[in-house]
């Protein structure tokens, strides 16, 4: 415990040191998954059976008037960089957030809202070397979050230089990523009773290697409406590639979550990732999901199946997953 204590202090440079036992407030919340995961017969597999676990630790308080909030994560092991934010609320001015990896703002906070009652149709599939999914953003570790609501419109900004990557105070990130990131959204549910609506933008710093910009322009929207327990979504994204014979790609996607009874919901969607090559012909990436999941108070049952055809823009490569976990809160 002296360590995360240490942890907390460095982080607010000093100023809870302060902090009478009655100013300051520290609280933990944790959880514990296991799983059964079934991949692709192709695929060779061992032990299906795996667990996470995950412990939250948020400290708060007034630091020179203002409400000063840590939080740091840590998953699985508290060996090296443990993902944190400090935030400072601004009261009518906004809320500014350093984040360390949390992912508390900016366009990735939207970058697949197709409703879902557990994980999206892309969980658990194969990764692409160079692929980006048709997700947008660019990472969450070492920016600059402003974050404020205006006429009942949030507004989420973020800033960063260079690549998105965690260091430790008084380092400097490694070269290979030129130019600035920044991006935002923006989301409002009071336009109609039931619906959600969101858009964001941005500019996110690449390698710039050979010719080319050194930013990729992201951009994304989606709508979802939820009526007598079903919420269906809609949502499309375009995930630029700048760089000498970057390949483009352009997501489609929709879905529909039911709420079957008190606990118990399923759901299905589709996504379409069309993958813009400069030099070949255009690949289709087709990707489908279900899932179903019971949640009895802090416990939580979920079953998904999800399958993709014509994986990262190849064609003819496939993949499919089913995981099994027990999800439990505390």
């Known amino acids: 415990m002296n360590n995360l204590k240490k942890i907390g202090l460095s982080a607010l440079a000093g100023s809870l040191a302060a902090f009478s036992a009655n100013a300051a407030e520290m609280s933990v919340s944790g959880s514990a998954k296991v799983t059964y ?13 795996g667990m996470n676990t995950s412990l939250g630790f948020t400290g708060s308080g007034d630091v020179n008037g203002y409400e000063t909030t840590l939080f740091i994560t840590s998953a699985d092991q508290f060996g090296g960089m443990s993902s944190a934010s400090l935030s400072v609320d601004l009261g009518d001015m906004g809320k500014v ?7 508390v703002g900016g366009i990735s906070t939207i970058d697949d809202k197709t409703p879902s009652a557990y994980e999206e149709v892309w969980d658990g599939l194969d990764a692409v070397t160079g692929d980006k999914n048709g997700l947008v953003g660019g990472g969450n570790s070492g920016v600059f979050v402003y974050a404020n ?42 336009l109609y009773e039931g619906m959600n609506v969101g858009a964001g933008y941005g500019k996110i710093a ?31 994204s375009f995930v630029g590639n700048d760089q000498q014979g970057g390949m483009d790609e352009e997501a489609t996607g929709w879905g529909v979550a039911i709420n079957l009874m008190e606990g118990l919901s399923a759901s299905y969607g589709e996504r379409e990732v069309k993958h813009v090559k400069a030099s070949d012909t255009d690949v289709t990436e087709d990707q489908e999901g279900i899932a179903i999941a019971y949640t009895l108070g802090s416990a939580k ?30």
């Open 37 to 49: 995961k079934n991949t692709d017969s192709s695929e060779v597999t061992g032990n299906p059976y």
């Open 206 to 236: 690449n390698s710039g290697s050979g010719q080319g910009s050194d930013t990729d322009e992201h951009y994304t929207a989606f709508v979802t409406y939820t009526m007598s327990g079903v919420t269906a979504g809609y949502q499309q």
């Open 149 to 190: 609501t205006f006429a009942g419109t949030a507004l989420t900004a973020q800033y960063g230089k260079g690549a998105s990557g965690a260091q430790t105070d008084d380092a400097v990130g490694g070269e290979g990523t030129s130019g600035s990131s920044w991006d935002f959204a923006v989301t409002n549910a009071t």
């Open 301 to 330: 049952l979920a079953v998904q199946k999800n399958e993709v055809t014509n994986n990262g823009g190849t064609a003819g490569t496939n993949d499919e997953s089913l995981e099994v976990a027990l999800s439990l809160s505390f």
């Open 97 to 103: 957030t350093f984040d360390q990896g949390v992912g």
